[in-house]
Structures are given as structure tokens and as C-alpha cells.
């Protein structure tokens, strides 16, 4: 996996949550529905490289765009 939303479960009790996506846009769809719901983001991971790297919303936005433009995201 390339991208991980890391998530606060609704509730008293809510533990975290998570949920992989292999491309940026994926990542970015459920990032953006999410903001629609009680579900808080807490973190962006990027894992494309060696080891994670958190990153935020609007840089996510930025990799999602690159990939459309056939870049892949390559920096």
C-alpha cells in the first residue's frame, strides 16, 4: 500500500482506524468523504518511500494530482 488514513472510530471507546489505498486519488475520495461524517482523520501516512511519512491533506491533494498527470507523484 502507498497511502494509509488513520482514523478516530466513533464513540466513548473509538480506537483507531485505518484504511490503505495504493493510489493518492483513492486515498483522497475517502479522505474527502470522510470529512463528511463523525469519523476524524488523525493522520495521513505517505508509504511509498522507505518507512512513513505524514503528510496532510492539501499534499495528498498535490500527489493525487501528479498521479492524474501521469507523474505517478514523483517528486
Known amino acids: ?42 493522520k495521513i501516512l505517505d508509504l511509498r518511500s522507505d518507512g512513513e511519512r505524514q503528510i496532510t491533506g492539501h499534499e495528498l491533494e498535490a500527489i493525487a494530482q501528479c498521479e492524474c498527470r501521469g507523474n505517478g507523484g514523483a517528486s
Open 1 to 42: 500500500m502507498s497511502f494509509r488514513l488513520v482514523v478516530r472510530l466513533p464513540g466513548e471507546r473509538g480506537g483507531p482506524g485505518y484504511s490503505d489505498c495504493t493510489l493518492a486519488s483513492d486515498a483522497l475520495a475517502i479522505y474527502r468523504r470522510l470529512s463528511k461524517t463523525s469519523l476524524r482523520v488523525e
